[in-house]
């Protein structure tokens, strides 16, 4: 099917431990980005790419590792999990960058 | 740097009543401006936008007007219904007009009661 998906939807985790959630687009969109939603805080920008192979850091980088190899697909992942990467994460992705598609979501939970 | 800042909710109507929902915003340059909504349980989707100064986006109803002087987008419906209960996110492109990267604000929740 056509858009953007996230997976896995749902996850929970122990601290401490690697976790990568994964975004695929079937667009061709040049634009991907991650963000991830906290109450009180909206949405934050985690890392965004312009292209393959072109990753830059967004508000809240730390803790986060990103790669793109392939246009379709920007994998996001925790390095080493902790309780206040508790979020729900947003994959999306975008031709010029302003008007944003949206994934369903992944909410990842850190015991 | 650029910033958005939106009205607290959660705002509570009735149905067919009226809606404002409030954006102010802080930029340099000249900003797209842009009014996301996220359905529950779902990612956020466009709803309007309008690029430049005294510019109207709309949209399902909605309706808002990039009014410079006063720094402002703000989300107008003459009637809401139910079905337009959702978190509503007001946001602007980056620094400079880049639109590399969109910053939102902190989000409204609007209840719609039948």
């Known amino acids: 099917d056509a858009g953007i998906t996230q997976s896995p939807r749902y996850k929970i985790t122990e601290t401490g431990r690697q976790v990568t959630l994964m975004c695929h687009q079937t667009?061709?969109?040049?634009?991907m980005f991650w963000y991830r939603q906290d109450l009180g805080h909206g949405l934050r920008l985690i890392y965004y790419?312009?292209?393959?192979?072109?990753?830059d850091k967004g508000e809240v980088p730390d803790g986060y590792v990103v790669s793109r190899s392939k246009t379709e697909n920007f994998p996001l992942t925790l390095e080493s999990a902790t309780r206040s990467q508790t979020s729900v994460y947003f994959c999306?992705?975008?031709?010029?960058?302003?008007?944003?598609?949206f994934g369903p979501g992944t909410r990842l939970t850190v015991t | 740097g650029n910033s958005v800042t939106q009205m607290e909710g959660p705002v509570t109507l009735s149905e067919e009543a009226f809606l404002t929902i409030n954006c102010t915003y802080t930029?340099?340059?000249?900003?797209?401006l842009f009014w996301y909504v996220q359905y529950p349980g779902e990612g956020l989707q466009l709803l309007l936008k309008?690029?430049?100064?005294?510019d109207k986006g709309s949209n399902k109803g909605f309706e808002a007007t990039y009014r410079k002087e006063t720094t402002s987008f703000h989300l107008e419906k003459g009637s809401v219904q139910v079905s337009d209960s959702a978190v509503y996110f007001c946001?602007?492109?980056?620094?400079?007009?880049?639109?590399?990267?969109?910053?939102f604000g902190t989000g409204t929740r609007l209840q719609v009661f039948p």
């Open positions: 999306a992705s975008s031709v010029s960058g302003e008007t944003l598609y």
């Open positions: 790419s312009a292209a393959a192979d072109i990753t």
């Open positions: 667009w061709s969109h040049s634009y």
């Open positions: 309008a690029t430049k100064a005294d």
């Open positions: 930029a340099t340059g000249y900003p797209s």
């Open positions: 946001a602007l492109s980056g620094p400079g007009g880049n639109t590399d990267k969109l910053i």
